[in-house]
T-cell receptor
């Protein structure tokens, strides 16, 4: 069956360190992959999109990699801050020509001062 | 502020009651979506509308109906609410085609069915 896996355990790191979150998928061939941030009681907010033919994408302190052979995306936050504490969701496009996303369950990131 | 507006923010229903969740976007997006989010399950697609005048089922459509009233508005109706429909419901919109931008989500409706 099709599956998107994100670490369900919270990731705890200290301020200033690099946080790395993982998204693994099986039985999909997505045209692109997206990452979202979700704060408690709020809707997800779009952060980054990476296409299948791109290895890496950066935006300010954020970096995303996409390995279609390993079926894995890594999401990095460098110089992390307490304000980065949130749940981060990965989402895959179902490659139907129309933008329809399937979401992972998310990983909670806690950055302590 | 531009974005996706959902109403109501909170609702408690008794089993068997009906209600409609409203969603409106002001970004001139073509596509709109309804997801539900449950602990440990992530966001699951209920229905979507690729463009004005069209609607299609997602992963978990049973017990729901939708209406794409116009380009701006996409409503979700529960005809006979059940406790299993207790969840947080999110509406989202996007351009629909291409790979340039992500979804814009509303702030959610927290529904409890007792």
């Amino acid at each position: 069956s099709q599956k998107i896996e994100q670490n369900s355990e919270a990731l705890n790191i200290q301020e200033g360190k690099t946080a790395t979150l993982t998204c693994n998928y099986t039985n999909y061939s997505p045209a692109y992959l997206q990452w979202y941030r979700q704060d408690p009681g709020r809707g997800p907010v779009f952060l980054l999109l990476i296409r299948e033919n791109e290895k890496e994408k950066r935006k300010e302190r954020l970096k995303v990699t996409f390995d279609t052979t390993l079926k894995q995306s890594l999401f990095h936050i460098t110089a992390s801050q307490p304000a980065d504490s949130a749940t981060y969701l990965c989402a895959l496009d179902m490659n139907t020509g129309f933008q329809k996303l399937v979401f992972g369950t998310g990983t909670r990131l806690l950055v302590s001062p | 502020n531009a974005g996706v507006t959902q109403t109501p923010k909170f609702q408690v229903l008794k089993t068997g009651q009906s209600m409609t969740l409203q969603c409106a976007q002001d970004m001139n997006h073509n596509s709109m979506y309804w997801y539900r989010q449950d602990p440990g399950m992530g966001l699951r697609l209920i229905y979507y509308s690729a463009s004005e005048g069209t609607t299609d089922k997602g992963e978990v459509p049973n017990g729901y109906n939708v209406s794409r009233l116009n380009k701006r508005e996409f409503s979700l109706r529960l005809e006979s609410a059940a406790p299993s429909q207790t969840s947080v419901y999110f509406c989202a919109s996007s351009e629909g085609q291409g790979d340039k931008d992500g979804y814009t989500f509303g702030s959610g409706t927290r529904l409890t069915v007792v």
